[in-house]
């Protein structure tokens, strides 16, 4: 489980594997200007984690001052609201993978950022029941 707010380098999504399988069979949530594709996996015998990857489309914003600005703002909103996603992780036992993807075309302020990263962990929080079943149904079937 997270110890204060701190952000610890096994949240980060790494994984080449693990993000094209992501990007191929997960689900969304979405909240302009942040897309989040999610995936649960199993979490074995570890404690359940939300691994993350932020993606800033150089098509959408040009300027890499613009896009860095962008991806911490919403690390910074992610890290401060993910209270209720890790009680869902904890909840339901699996472990979930996200991609947040920004959409706007313009650098929004944190103040606009912020309360849609609140409503895309939430949904992605209210569907985590439903993905763990199905993580759940395919891991009893190899057994």
Do not use: C, W
Request: proline share 4%; no cysteine.
């Amino acid at each position: 489980m997270i110890r204060g707010n701190r952000m610890y380098k096994y949240e980060k999504l790494r994984s080449t594997t693990a993000i094209d399988a992501l990007f191929r069979g997960g689900a969304t949530a979405y909240a302009y200007p942040i897309r989040a594709t999610f995936r649960a996996v199993t979490a074995g015998n570890y404690q359940p984690v939300a691994r993350f990857m932020i993606t800033v489309p150089k098509r959408k914003l040009r300027h890499a001052v613009d896009r860095v600005a962008v991806r911490r703002r919403i690390r910074e909103a992610y890290r401060l609201n993910r209270g209720p996603l890790y009680a869902a992780l904890a909840e339901t036992g699996v472990s979930v993978e996200v991609a947040f993807i920004y959409l706007a075309d313009k650098v929004k302020g944190y103040a606009s950022i912020e309360p849609r990263m609140r409503e895309v962990l939430r949904q992605i929080a209210m569907a985590l029941p439903a993905e763990a079943e199905k993580i759940n149904a395919i891991t009893d079937a190899d057994k």
